[in-house]
């Protein structure tokens, strides 16, 4: 996948429902697990901790 947004154009992903949505939509799209975290900082600042419990949980 192809994104790429500015630092400064970076939302913040703190939230878990937040980071559960953005991970719900990288899926649809076909982001396998491996690559969410790549893909997922490319348009976002996330709370990695909230980030790897929700992957590990799921």
Do not use: H, P
Request: charged content about 35%; glycine content about 2%.
């Amino acid at each position: 996948m192809e994104r790429y947004v500015e630092d400064y154009q970076k939302r913040r992903l703190t939230e878990r429902v937040d980071i559960i949505t953005a991970i719900n939509i990288l899926r649809s799209q076909g982001c396998e697990y491996d690559d969410l975290i790549e893909e997922i900082t490319k348009v976002f600042y996330v709370d990695l901790d909230a980030f790897n419990e929700i992957v590990m949980a799921a």
